[in-house]
Each structure stands twice: as structure tokens, then as C-alpha cells.
């Protein structure tokens, strides 16, 4: 079936994107992380209507938060692969320290590029940014890929526009270069294993 189809490349594609994180950030290979602000921020676009831009064009190294859309939702994003307490709590405090808050008054959410759960522990984001809700806030890529695959049914134009950025960015060509034609045990514990049998 077309749709089943669909969804299987889809999910695949969003698969290695984060195995690829996953390998170059192994290897202390950073600049992964700078093209997957870009790739995020066409995706949250896409499919949340947002009008998203990423600030560190405009500021090298834009301290706590990655994307900020000022014209229309007044979100601002971290796109970040890490899942301790301390990336969120420290990313908090920056947004608050710098006022960002009051130039994204819908305040900030978190796109965890990663197959791991966000650890909090005892920590308490409310304390630092009261407005803060972690089940809300905190959006994984399996939340991410839900949203993307609903859009099948409800906005086959947008689901086909996120389904070509994604194979534009994470084309098999690309991921060959890293290694990716095995998928780690994680990746096929997810999501369906036959969408790598291709």
C-alpha cells in the first residue's frame, strides 16, 4: 500500500538522521549538529507552520537557543541531541537570563534529536522558567514523526514537502559515507525493521 509505503520511508529517513547524529557525535564530529539546525528548522516550518529562522546566522554562536520565530508563533527552539537535565536546565536559565522570554513571549521548546528519554531527575524546570512544561515543551523524534505521518491524511500536499526535504538532506548517497546500511539495534527496536531491507 502507497501509504504504508510513505510512512515507511518516512520514518526511515527521520531513523538516519539520528543514527547519523549519533555516529559523527561518537567520533567528536560536530558539524552535524550546525546542518541538523537547518534541517530542523525547514521541518518545524513545514509542519507546524512556523516561520522559524536559525539565529546563529545572525549571531555566531547564538548563546541558549538555535531557532526563533519573531513574525508569527514567538517560539524559540534548542535542537540539541543531549537528554540530561543539565542541557535543559542551563538552556532555561540562558532564555531567561537574556530576556529571550519577553522577545519569544510563547516561550521555548526543546527538539531532542536522540532514541533516549529526556533524564530530568529531580531537577525542576518550573523553578527557573514557571511557563516551562516539560510534557509539552520537550517534543522527541517519535513525537515528530507522528505529527509528520498524520499529515498523510489530513495534508497529503505537506507530508509529500517534508517527505522531499527529508530525502533531499538524507539522501543514501549522504549516508553512505557514514555507515548507516546496518542500523543499530535501537533503530530496529523503534521502528520497523523492514524499511532498511529496501
Known sequence: MKQQDDHSEIIGLLAQ???EIK??????????????ED???SL????????????????????????GDEAKSLLAF????????????ESLKIFVNNNYDKRFQNGIRFLILSEEKVKLGRKNPKAIYPAF?????IITIKELSKDILTLYNTNYNKFNAIKKILKF??????LKKVNLEKPDAWVR???PSNIFDK
Do not use: M
Open 23 to 36: 555516529i559523527h557525535n561518537a567520533n567528536t564530529s560536530y558539524d552535524i549538529n550546525t546542518k541538523s
Open 169 to 174: 538532506e538524507l539522501s543514501k548517497k549522504q
Open 44 to 67: 518545524l516550518n513545514e509542519i507546524y507552520d512556523y516561520q522559524l529562522v536559525n539565529l546563529n546566522t545572525k549571531k555566531h554562536n547564538f548563546p541558549g537557543i538555535d531557532l
Open 78 to 89: 534548542q535542537i540539541t541531541s543531549r537528554t540530561d537535565s543539565s542541557k535543559i536546565i
Open 17 to 19: 538522521w539520528i543514527v
Open 189 to 191: 527496536s523503534v521502528w
Open 39 to 41: 534541517l530542523a528548522c
Open 133 to 137: 512544561n516539560k510534557e509539552k515543551h
